[in-house]
């Protein structure tokens, strides 16, 4: 069984910096795409970063120029490193890995981690 784990998560003041960092743990499977969502209270989750195997990235507007997503594929790790956060960044925040598990033929399937809360004060 795949799992991701978050941790990194906190309260931080308005200009401050965090860094989360997600582990896919787990047995005989391969990692494709992996990325960052976050939810607010009372909205929809949404997309702040995604990061492909060969290390390209995109981002969500609001976060691009703030925001760093790398990974580490031997490592299995996946983080973001947030700058100048605002207060309007506070979330819960999701790791996000499509898996497949081994021998092929290659299935991908989403996996998603349980959440770390970020919270930024003004």
Do not use: H
């Not at 983080?79 to 996000?96: F, G, H, I, Q, W």
């Not at 890995?97 to 981690?113: C, D, H, I, N, Q």
Request: aromatic share 10%; glycine share 12%; net charge positive.
């Amino acid at each position: 069984q795949v799992q991701l784990v978050e941790s990194g998560g906190g309260l931080v003041q308005a200009g401050g910096s965090l860094r989360l960092s997600c582990v896919v743990s787990g047995s005989n499977f391969r990692i494709g795409n992996m990325g960052w969502y976050r939810q607010a209270p009372g909205k929809q989750r949404e997309l702040v970063a995604t990061i492909t195997t060969g290390g390209s990235t995109n981002y969500e507007d609001s976060v691009r120029g703030r925001f760093t997503i790398s990974r580490d594929n031997a490592k299995n790790t996946v983080n973001l490193r947030m700058n100048s956060l605002k207060p309007e960044d506070t979330a819960v925040y999701y790791c996000n890995a499509w898996v497949s598990t081994l021998p092929p033929p290659l299935r991908y399937f989403e996996v998603w981690g349980q959440g770390t809360l970020v919270t930024v004060s003004s």
